[in-house]
């Protein structure tokens, strides 16, 4: 009987692990500043890919739900993996980590670029908010600078800022690591 139902355990955990269907990611954040849809799919899409997703979702504030305004699709296909939304059916986003990944497809979906304007020179008449650090660790490969570069703007977001000052870039191992200031400018 103990046998019976290890080995039923063993398969319900398995048969978890495999599901590679899309999957409509949901998470609560407390203290969010915008809501999106993101779905996880694809041939590579695992269980790893969609906690990472949910992990860099909470790390940068945002709620992840399925009646978002904006929504998008985050396709692991291996080598070719790309997100997909409304009005950019087709933006790659390969040769990352699965956290990488998630950190760039999440700023697209908010359009971080938009609301963190980076720059390399001081603004003129801004506040500052701080100095920020925004990093990436690459396992097989070296961390990627553009993952980098967004948490920096979501660390800037997230202190009320919307004007990142590019300072310093340098690799660490395996590690790519950016440093900067926020401001905030009206």
């Not at 409509?24 to 809501?35: D, G």
């Not at 985050?74 to 990944?101: S, T």
């Amino acid at each position: 009987m103990k046998t019976i139902l290890a080995l039923s355990v063993l398969a319900l955990v398995a048969c978890h692990h495999k599901q590679t269907g899309p999957f409509l990611l949901v998470q609560s954040a407390p203290q969010a500043w915008t809501t999106v849809a993101l779905t996880v799919a694809g041939s590579e899409a695992d269980d790893n890919k969609r906690d990472s997703c949910l992990e860099e979702a909470q790390n940068a504030g945002i709620q992840i739900a399925q009646t978002a305004p904006v929504s998008g699709t985050l396709y692991f296909l291996g080598d070719n993996d790309y997100l997909e939304m409304q009005g950019a059916p087709h933006i790659p986003i390969a040769g990352m980590g699965n956290n990488a990944e998630c950190k760039v497809a999440l700023a697209k979906l908010t359009n971080l670029d938009a609301l963190v304007v980076m720059t390399k020179g001081d603004p003129a008449g801004c506040q500052p908010t701080g100095n920020v650090e925004g990093s990436d660790a690459g396992f097989f490969h070296p961390g990627n600078y553009d993952a980098a570069v967004v948490e920096a703007q979501f660390k800037v977001r997230a202190a009320g800022g919307n004007k990142f000052v590019l300072d310093a870039t340098r690799q660490v191992g395996n590690r790519m690591v950016v440093n900067g200031r926020g401001f905030v400018c009206h």
